[in-house]
């Protein structure tokens, strides 16, 4: 297939997956910083979202101070943001369309429905009610896109491409809310926060919709390492880093068989979904979770610049 | 000037071919009709919205109305256009390997030298320049308008990269599903074998040098090109790849693709860019679009452009105006298509008598198209005529005139019930190595607005499904 084509495969995905992180980090930190102050409700959540969105940089040059609505309005549609979410759907949207043949209409559908819908929000001021309503939107785009992909793609490299997008995406996305709330899931031992951090450990589980699991899996009150555990280690759970790597390998495999060629980006994938297999989060602890996240999030955009080199240019 | 409607004729009677159309429409109630064209528009909104280019706010707009009456040609009147399509497409390709080659027909002073060497649309590039199987026109439209039950005339040859086949084949499969039963009843000759006979075709036109499974691509402009829809139709139904410029480079004068294991070796570009903008180092320099290179592949002979590079002067309406001494001196036979008459204002005696009578005429610029660019007499302002007069007097080698032709009406549905409109054709003839093809029909167009004699899509035109009966 073109270069091209697995390109914007490969990036449409990208973009979805992103968009609704993007409106799983809105709606878990709306519900914390609703809290009372004394359960650790803070405004410095917003502040925090931010920067979990990949935004430190560029949202002090265009507002003051991080608010519910300044925070909403930059992460969903501020032209400002080239990651808000309006622009994630449009850049998608102009990704598919231009190589609308390889995806299914089902797909397309999803996605052009859902660009069509962005455009009623143009020029609106939204009331807290509105945006609870674009974000159930943005999460029902990523089931609709993710599923019609599942349900109707060719198992070839064009469904292979696209699913590497997914996964690449997602284990940045949960690397980068280790990143940023690291320091509230350090070991026991350490006590950085104290029972106040309990509503910040239930927040991380609600960005990656892991709270339910977490019960099922530990069967027991939240723990801190546990969450880090669930995250980093767990393959049962979707968005963990283990489980985002087992995809990524997968993939990768299928189109190095298909194409009777392995490379650099397999062996790179590979290389990583061994150190997850074989580590323990106390390991972790022992060389420090902040600076295995870091590496983390590096290899993996390495291993995103090697797929690219290898495959879409 | 009255018009010969191809339903009732000039006096009413209805004709054999539309009878059944005709109960149809007398018996149908209203509200079934207006359902149908409800469900016929959600339809093309659907596959519009499917393949994008309607989706957005701007180019809803765009969407091309169609009428749900289709427009009936019997087997024995396409029997003669398509005897004289080939024909006429065969003397295009002949002509033009003459006048890029030893330029026969200058000699035999079929037309002035100076039409050609002073032509802007005469490619000096190719002049001496072989192509694959020595052909040129490989996809043509030729516009066909109809004036009485006998004759058609063609209006202008399409030899560049002429676009609406895929409403052709849209507009025949939502007739298919909203009117079985008219199916039933008439025997009308397929055109979704298109796809097919293009392919076909563009395979057969592969170089001497290419493997011996030719890679065929579509070369668009991208997705912001207003016929972008139609490219990628055509690319998913003709299983080709849809590239862009940049998917393209040339290495040893060889065009290769870049694809996700390595460069592919490309082998016949169906190319829906035009000559200027397809290789920035041989044309245009600014162009983006196009492939550096592509035109020292194309003179190499390893890769087939079609259409050929330098088409465009025989889309010119001054060489039109030769078109029946072109027919006649390539293939010996007399033309089986007329042309409309027409007057060339680089005569002088032609200019005067175009001068005095601008207000019966329609003039139109040699190289003009889509309906820009032309004075309709009858229906222009004072102030309109004065510019063209004006015009005229100082680039009178700029244009051709003709007389207003009164164009074949349809019925078609408008806001106040079913009312003749103008219509004309333009059928799809394609040429490859191994013969011509040329699917029975083509896109009948019509002029929605009453009396209009413009059928552009880009001036308010409808399409409407063409039904070639099987005799």
Redesign the interface.
């Given at each position: 297939?073109?270069?091209?084509?697995?390109d914007s495969l490969y990036w449409v995905s990208r973009y979805v997956e992103r968009a609704e992180y993007l409106a799983r980090i809105l709606e878990a930190t709306t519900r914390l910083s609703n809290l009372p102050s004394s359960y650790g409700g803070a405004a410095s959540e917003w502040i925090s979202a931010v920067k979990t969105a990949g935004c430190g940089e560029i949202f002090p040059q265009h507002h003051d101070s991080a608010t519910e609505s300044s925070v909403h309005h930059f992460l969903c549609f501020s032209p400002d943001n080239p990651s808000s979410i309006r622009n994630c759907i449009e850049v998608a949207r102009?990704n598919a369309?231009?190589?609308?043949?390889a995806l299914t209409?089902e797909m397309?559908?999803a996605l052009?429905g859902a660009?069509?819908e962005l455009?009623k929000y143009d020029g609106k001021t939204l009331t807290r009610d509105d945006y609870g309503r674009f974000i159930e939107f943005v999460k029902a785009l990523s089931l609709t896109f993710d599923g019609s992909a599942y349900r109707t793609m060719l198992r070839s490299?064009a469904y292979w491409?696209s699913r590497l997008g997914v996964y690449v995406e997602r284990a940045d996305n949960t690397a980068r809310i280790l990143d940023v709330k690291y320091h509230v899931l350090l070991p026991e031992t350490e006590k950085v926060g104290g029972s106040l951090d309990y509503f910040q450990w239930t927040t991380i589980l609600r960005e990656v919709s892991a709270l339910t699991a977490y019960h099922w899996v530990y069967r027991e009150s939240i723990k801190p390492w546990l969450v880090a555990d669930l995250l980093i280690f767990n393959r049962q759970m979707p968005r963990s880093l283990a489980s985002c790597y087992e995809n990524i390998s997968r993939f990768l495999d299928a189109?190095g068989d298909a194409?009777s060629?392995q490379g650099p980006a397999q062996r790179m994938a590979r290389k990583t979904l061994s150190t997850l297999a074989s580590r323990k989060i106390t390991d972790i602890y022992d060389h420090g979770l902040h600076e295995f996240i870091t590496d983390f999030i590096n290899d993996n955009n390495r291993l995103g610049s090697t797929i690219s080199e290898q495959?879409?240019? | 000037m009255a018009a010969f409607d191809e339903m009732s004729g000039f006096d009413g009677a209805t004709r054999d071919a539309y009878a059944k159309l005709e109960t149809w429409l007398k018996t149908t109630p209203p509200e079934e009709f207006s359902t149908r064209r409800s469900q016929a528009d959600v339809f093309f909104r659907r596959i519009g919205i499917t393949f994008a280019v309607y989706g957005d706010e701007q180019s809803t707009e765009r969407l091309i109305p169609f009428d749900i009456i289709p427009r009936v040609i019997t087997g024995p009147e396409w029997a003669t256009l398509d005897r004289g399509l080939r024909q006429r497409v065969t003397a295009l390709n002949m002509f033009l390997k003459d006048i890029y080659g030893p330029k026969e027909c200058l000699k035999a002073g079929i037309m002035p030298d100076d039409l050609i060497y002073r032509n802007a649309g005469y490619c000096l590039q190719m002049i001496n320049q072989p192509v694959p199987h020595d052909l040129y026109v490989h996809i043509a439209g030729i516009d066909i308008v109809r004036v009485d039950a006998d004759n058609f005339y063609v209006l202008e040859d399409n030899a560049r990269t002429p676009s609406g086949v895929s409403y052709m084949l849209e507009n025949r499969e939502v007739m298919l599903r909203l009117f079985p039963e008219l199916f039933a009843q008439h025997r009308v000759a397929p055109v979704e074998n298109y796809p097919d006979a293009l392919l076909a075709t563009l395979r057969s036109l592969a170089p001497r040098t290419a493997a011996k499974d030719p890679n065929v691509v579509l070369l668009t402009p991208g997705q912001f090109n207003s016929a972008f829809y139609e490219h990628s139709f055509l690319a998913d139904k003709l299983g080709i790849e849809l590239v862009e410029g940049s998917d393209l480079f040339v290495r040893d004068e060889v065009v290769y693709m870049r694809t996700t294991q390595g460069p592919r070796r490309v082998d016949v570009i169906y190319r829906r860019i035009d000559d200027d903008y397809i290789d920035p180092l041989a044309f245009r320099a600014d162009s983006v679009l196009g492939v550096p290179g592509l035109i020292s592949a194309y003179k190499a002979g390893n890769v087939t452009l079609t259409n050929a590079v330098g088409t465009g002067i025989s889309d010119d309406k001054a060489v039109y105006s030769y078109m029946p001494e072109i027919v006649k001196f390539y293939t010996g036979e007399e033309p089986v298509l007329k042309n409309v008459p027409t007057f060339r204002c680089r005569e002088p005696d032609a200019l005067n008598y175009v001068l005095n009578n601008l207000g019966d005429l329609v003039v139109k610029e040699v190289n003009g198209s889509g309906g820009y660019g032309m004075l309709v007499g009858p229906h222009a302002s004072k102030a309109q005529i004065e510019t063209f007069r004006k015009k005229l007097k100082h680039e009178p080698e700029g244009f051709i005139a003709q007389p207003t032709l009164a164009l074949s009406t349809c019925p078609t549905f408008v806001a106040s019930g079913v009312a003749p409109r103008h219509v004309d054709l333009r059928p799809f003839v394609l040429t490859g190595s191994d013969g011509i093809r040329c699917v029975p029909g083509g896109l009948t167009r019509v002029a929605l607005k009453d009396g209009s004699l413009v059928v552009n899509s880009s001036q308010g035109g409808g399409t409407k499904d063409t039904w070639v009966l099987d005799a």
């Open positions: 297939m073109l270069s091209r084509t697995a102009s369309r231009a190589v609308r043949t209409s397309w559908d052009n660009w069509l455009k490299d491409f189109i194409y060629r495959y879409l240019v | -």
